[in-house]
């Protein structure tokens, strides 16, 4: 099973989402900026299953810079994108972008887990007894 890159400038939202996605026995990379998240999924694209990533990182590279960056890397990586915009101002804003989810912000854990269920991403691993 692969890993999910979780890209977000906000440290706090990083940290709950990793411990959500570790109970939930999926590996995460995390990064806090569009360059960073880029940057780690060149290197480990191989082992990177679903990239979540907010829209309004406060750095360079923008989340619509940053998924089209991705999309170049590799064109059918799922993503999910977390933002505080509903699905019609995210369709305004990346008229020609795709994308596979909407997490619309805030979000609680259960919906992020049920989108990812969603997208038929390999199951996680059973935690031992």
């Given at each position: 099973?692969?890993?999910?890159?979780?890209?977000?400038?906000?440290?706090?939202?990083?940290?709950?989402?990793?411990?959500?996605?570790?109970?939930?026995?999926?590996?995460?990379?995390?990064?806090?900026?569009?360059?960073?998240?880029v940057e780690n999924f060149r290197r480990q694209m191989d082992d990177i299953d679903l990239?979540?990533?907010?829209?309004?990182?406060?750095?360079?590279?923008?989340?619509?810079?940053?998924?089209?960056?991705?999309?170049?890397?590799?064109?059918?990586?799922?993503?999910?994108?977390?933002?505080?915009?509903?699905?019609?101002?995210?369709?305004?804003?990346?008229?020609?972008?795709?994308?596979?989810?909407?997490?619309?912000?805030?979000?609680?854990?259960?919906?992020?887990?049920?989108?990812?269920?969603?997208?038929?991403?390999?199951?996680?691993?059973?935690?031992?007894?």
């Amino acid at each position: 099973m692969g890993k999910v890159l979780v890209i977000d400038n906000d440290r706090f939202m990083l940290d709950v989402i990793e411990a959500v996605l570790d109970l939930a026995g999926r590996r995460t990379i995390s990064a806090t900026s569009g360059d960073e998240g880029v940057e780690n999924f060149r290197r480990q694209m191989d082992d990177i299953d679903l990239v979540i990533l907010d829209m309004r990182l406060s750095t360079a590279m923008e989340g619509a810079d940053t998924l089209r960056a991705l999309r170049a890397i590799d064109p059918a990586i799922k993503v999910i994108i977390a933002s505080a915009y509903s699905q019609s101002e995210i369709e305004e804003y990346l008229p020609d972008e795709q994308w596979d989810a909407v997490l619309r912000k805030p979000y609680n854990m259960e919906q992020l887990l049920v989108t990812i269920e969603e997208l038929n991403i390999d199951q996680p691993e059973a935690a031992p007894p």
